[in-house]
């Protein structure tokens, strides 16, 4: 079969035929090449979204802690409730991604 046309004319259709491929202990039916550049895809995604996250938990928390001690004027009507909630929301996330990290 032809991996590189199936694979570029028809991604979702290359992906199960591979899961197939893969359940049926076919491996030497496989596209490895595609195979590998997919799996190098996620990981790079998975690395660059926990980076990204971590970033915006950095900026949120500096942000929070910069605005509490303000005392002037500008900033008298802040509670931090918005920042408050990023900061769960992001640690949540990274907490999940680092679980989903670690069990594998």
Partial sequence: MNWKLEYEQDFHQ???HH???????RLNEIDVEHLIEELEGMAGRDRNELVSRL????AHLLKWQ???QQ?????KEFDGRSWQRSIIEQRSEIADQLGRVIKQ
Avoid: A
């Fill in 66 to 68: 910069f605005q509490l």
């Fill in 71 to 75: 005392l002037s004027e500008r900033w």
């Fill in 14 to 16: 290359w992906i199960e």
């Fill in 19 to 25: 899961i197939t491929l893969l359940r049926d202990g």
């Fill in 55 to 58: 970033k915006i938990l950095i």
